[in-house]
């Protein structure tokens, strides 16, 4: 009878040493698991939030590095702009000049005509090759402009630009009015913008959080080049 009783409370002991061993090894596996953190931006219900994250790839001399696009350019550097987005979209990449016509950058016939990305993918501009930074110092402004459906304004630009070389003048004014209407929309909106910066990562993340969902989302920025 000792004996049976000593033989249960064993077997009782080994399934209780067997169950805390499960149950730590299951600690450790759950401990294991890295998720991505990223700032949660409060919105209302009815609001989207749509997000760029871009970097440039600088190739100074020969030597590539990964830098923010405040950085201040020298002559002959070749740069690349990489860039993700938070949703599928079409994108449209231009140059504006100081006299106020436009160039595009993309789509255009050399680097492609299927302007659709997808969330979460990395691209860049050009789509080949660099943009090359020649001997006269300036401002280089980089227009950008993402929507959920295609742009007719823009669409117009870019049949232009393919007869033209990249260059847009006859429809500069449609270009004009889809960043216009966006800065308009601005001031009257429910708009936020929020740049981020990580000086290590060489991340610059802007955000705009809007109601509605078929709104174009325009970015701008400016490359220095002295």
């Not at 401990?31 to 997000?51: I, M, Q």
């Not at 402009?145 to 304004?153: D, G, M, Y």
Request: net charge negative; with cysteine; glycine share 6%.
């Amino acid at each position: 009878m000792k004996f049976k009783k000593l033989l249960i409370l064993t077997c009782c002991m080994v399934v209780l040493v067997f169950v805390a061993n499960l149950a730590d090894a299951g600690r450790k596996t759950r401990d294991l698991v890295f998720e991505d953190e990223e700032e949660v931006v409060e919105t209302a219900p009815d609001e989207k939030v749509v997000a760029v994250k871009t970097t440039i790839e600088l190739n100074r001399n020969g030597k590539i590095s990964t830098v923010l696009p405040m950085t201040e350019f020298q002559s002959g550097d070749k740069v690349k702009i990489v860039y993700t987005t938070s949703v599928d979209a079409y994108v449209y990449w231009l140059s504006e000049g100081s006299s106020g016509d436009y160039y595009m950058l993309f789509p255009n016939p050399k680097t492609g005509t299927d302007n659709f990305v997808r969330k979460n993918e990395v691209n860049t501009i050009p789509v080949k090759g660099n943009l090359k930074f020649d001997d006269n110092p300036g401002t280089e402004k980089i227009l950008l402009v993402l929507a959920p459906e295609k742009i007719p304004e823009l669409e117009k630009a870019s049949r232009e630009a393919a007869v033209k070389g990249g260059k847009i003048k006859d429809s500069a004014k449609q270009v004009d009015s889809v960043k216009k209407k966006n800065q308009s929309r601005r001031k009257t909106r429910d708009l936020v913008f929020e740049d981020e910066e990580d000086e290590d990562a060489g991340v610059s993340t802007t955000k705009q959080v809007s109601k509605d969902i078929n709104e174009p989302f325009v970015l701008g920025y400016v490359l220095i080049h002295n």
